[in-house]
């Protein structure tokens, strides 16, 4: 029988936890073709969510917990999670019911079909109009400009084959954008399209600062238009300061006591030259912090414990072995 892992990152999702792996497990009974295993990985909650998991892990054996040592951020937390994942298959599910568990068997389906990634795609959302309508001009202007044909209204949610996080594995990258990276390495994916209903409990830990990252790391690791739309604008700038120049001279040498040459037209330039020039440091800048984050090595993610998890030591976010001590359930924790 093959081997499902579900994957579920979660940061104070207390209220959440044990609805969802009730409806997982309700999912499961009705395919017993399958074997399955439920990996939480958890990024230092602070609303008794870990309490919650190691009571859930001490009840069901096929329930495994990764406890960070602090908040990683969503994008490392998830990541490192998936590349944890032993199954045939993984699905990824989200603590807060907005990726409904029903959609498994389909995703199964798709899998069994050949196919070694299936994304959710959310068609339409039950979130406000406005968001929805700023995420849908999002994915269609990084559609446009990405060196790479991404897949859009792509949640992260659905199912990655053992196979393809072999290679997310090798990647050595410490900061990923995990959806560019099904279409960046090429793999043989699908979709399978949803509504996105609200979340079930509790408020959305998502921010404008987290939501900004999240879009920003997708333009810095898939394309590099903006740099080189800096250097057109650039001599395009150049070119109409230059024009305008000229202009401004010949008619101040034909029409000398008539034609003064005013200051507005000065403060104008000077705002709209700084304004371009602000915005183009900041997207420079974005790029040298994506690549301040490489070079530094750092891990993904730092594991505080590890509860049902039967492995000696901990997998790091490179592959690579390191120590562990006995958790006081009887599980392993490493740093």
């Not at 054996?61 to 298959?89: E, M, P, T």
């Not at 699905?91 to 568990?101: E, G, H, L, R």
């Not at 393809?164 to 043989?188: K, M, Q, W």
């Amino acid at each position: 029988m093959k081997l499902i892992t579900i994957l579920t990152p979660c940061f104070n999702e207390r209220d959440n936890i044990r609805p969802l792996h009730k409806a997982i497990d309700a999912v499961f009974e009705k395919l017993p073709q399958y074997r399955h295993e439920h990996i939480f990985i958890d990024n230092c909650s602070s609303d008794g969510t870990t309490d919650m998991l190691r009571q859930l892990a001490a009840e069901h054996q096929h329930v495994k917990v990764i406890l960070n040592a602090r908040n990683f951020g969503a994008v490392r937390s998830s990541y490192y999670g998936l590349l944890q994942c032993r199954g045939d298959a993984v699905i990824v599910i989200m603590a807060d019911f907005q990726d409904p568990p029903e959609l498994i068997p389909e995703y199964l389906a798709k899998w069994e079909q050949g196919f070694e990634v299936v994304l959710g795609v959310k068609t339409e959302s039950a979130e406000s109009a406005l968001m929805y309508l700023v995420r849908s001009a999002y994915y269609k202007f990084l559609g446009r400009i990405s060196d790479v044909q991404l897949v859009k209204q792509a949640t992260g949610a659905g199912l990655y084959d053992q196979r393809v996080l072999e290679i997310f594995r090798n990647l050595d990258d410490p900061y990923p954008y995990a959806r560019g990276l099904v279409s960046d390495t090429g793999c043989h994916y699908t979709t399978v399209a949803y509504r996105q209903p609200l979340r079930r409990r509790g408020i959305t830990k998502n921010n404008f600062y987290t939501l900004y990252d999240v879009a920003m790391l997708g333009i810095t690791n898939h394309t590099k238009v903006p740099l080189r739309l800096a250097t057109i604008l650039g001599f395009t700038f150049s070119a109409i300061s230059m024009a305008v120049a000229i202009i401004y001279s010949v008619l101040k040498l034909m029409f000398w006591y008539q034609y003064p040459a005013g200051v507005a037209p000065l403060l104008i330039g000077i705002f709209a030259f700084g304004s371009v020039q602000l915005l183009f440091i900041g997207i420079l800048g974005e790029y040298i912090g994506a690549i301040y984050t490489r070079v530094q090595k750092r891990p993904l993610v730092v594991e505080r414990a590890r509860i049902n998890f039967e492995s000696r030591g901990v997998v790091s976010a490179f592959g690579t072995s390191i120590g562990c001590v006995p958790d006081s359930q009887g599980s392993r924790s490493g740093s």
